[in-house]
């Protein structure tokens, strides 16, 4: 069983920046492959970011460029640091795990999800 609580989350101006931590319980973080996604009110899930556990990385084509996400194995903690933010970034954006090598965009191919974290972006 993993735990994962996320952090970070908060109201930001349009073009500023914001990181996201999300830390896991557990003494395999390093082998779940990692994942970051959104959900805006009245839409679906979607998909924002991974990290497999052989440091493999994958963005959303939305993100990409503004988005980078990164692990601290040592410390069970996966990280979105989040750059030139825009008002259609605002979400709750929500941390989870799966026990696979490969990086997966799909919510239902993740097992363990947290409980989420607001960000607002003001334009």
């Known amino acids: 069983q993993v735990q994962l609580v996320e952090s970070g989350g908060g109201l930001v101006q349009a073009g500023g920046s914001l990181r996201l931590s999300c830390a896991a319980s557990?003494?395999?973080?390093?082998?779940?492959?990692m994942g970051w996604f959104r959900q805006a009110p009245g839409k679906e899930r979607d998909f924002v970011a991974a990290s497999s556990w052989l440091g493999t990385t994958y963005y959303a084509n939305s993100v990409k460029g503004r988005f980078t996400i990164s692990r601290d194995n040592a410390k069970n903690t996966v990280y979105l640091q989040m750059n030139s933010l825009k008002p259609e970034d605002t979400a709750v954006y929500y941390c989870a795990a799966v026990r696979q090598v490969g990086v997966t965009t799909a919510p239902e191919g993740y097992n363990y999800w947290g409980q989420g974290t607001q960000v607002t972006v003001s334009s």
């Open positions: 557990g003494r395999t973080f390093s082998s779940y492959t």
